[in-house]
């Protein structure tokens, strides 16, 4: 089964609006977890790194002010777009580790956001 | 491999035929692989990994290939059903000296893999 949901699945709203993504690890605790961006037919990019109570780190050409990442608890990241235009519209998926790092990421199922 | 991303390579089977998906890395310095399978909608699933001290790996109708000296992995499926029809990355983790990072992935460029009944 699952081990990484991620809420909600499919988001459209309009231009300017903020929208929050969650993502949970279900049975075990993620100290990391990771956020990507996918667009159509293209490879996933991973967008930023997200750790428990500390900041999280960005690949470079992401605007963390843009793209705000909370991971608050061993079991819950957020990811909240701000002020969310047309281009900004993606599929966006976390993913965490269920031990350390020589192990697979698991994957959510992704959010689809689509900014009119 | 890198993020080039557009137009992904495609590869169509006929179902019960074995199927070769091909992936180069960029790294050297890797030393974990992973495939994953995406089917539409979803999130990438893992199929099977392998580290960089092993050249084969087998799991269960699937079996991964790694030459280091050339920096190729490879997928094979073997009786593909129509099932496994979907995009296939490979994804590559380099590790520090002291052998510990935060698993930080890169993904390869995809295959489309169809196949027909």
């Known amino acids: 089964g699952a081990v990484v949901s991620q809420h909600p699945s499919w988001v459209i709203c309009k231009s300017g609006t903020s929208v929050k993504i969650e993502c949970r690890s279900l049975?075990?605790?993620?100290?990391?977890m990771f956020w990507y961006r996918q667009f159509p037919k293209q490879s996933l990019m991973l967008m930023a790194t997200s750790n428990e109570g500390s900041k999280a780190t960005y690949e470079q050409g992401v605007e963390k002010d843009k793209f705000l990442i909370n991971h608050a608890s061993l079991t819950l990241s957020t990811l909240t777009v701000t002020s969310a235009h047309p281009e900004d519209s993606s599929f966006y998926i976390c993913?965490?580790?269920?031990?350390?790092?020589?192990?697979?990421?698991?994957f959510g199922d992704g959010t689809r956001l689509s900014i009119l | 491999g890198e993020n080039v991303g557009l137009h992904l390579p495609t590869l169509s089977v006929q179902e019960g035929d074995n199927s070769i998906i091909n992936c180069a890395y960029s790294?050297?310095?890797?030393?974990?692989f992973i495939w994953y399978k995406q089917e539409s909608g979803k999130g990438p699933q893992f199929i099977i990994d392998i580290r960089s001290n092993m050249d084969k790996r087998q799991g269960q109708r699937v079996t991964v290939l790694l030459n280091k000296t050339v920096k190729h992995l490879s997928l094979q499926i073997a009786a593909t059903q129509p099932g496994d029809s979907a995009v296939y990355f490979c994804?590559?983790?380099?590790?520090?000296?002291?052998?510990?990072?935060?698993?930080?992935?890169?993904f390869g460029q995809g295959t489309i893999l169809t196949v027909h009944p």
């Open positions: 790294n050297s310095a890797s030393d974990y």
């Open positions: 049975d075990f605790q993620a100290t990391t």
């Open positions: 994804a590559e983790i380099t590790h520090n000296a002291g052998g510990t990072s935060y698993g930080k992935l890169t």
């Open positions: 993913s965490a580790n269920k031990g350390d790092s020589n192990q697979p990421q698991h």
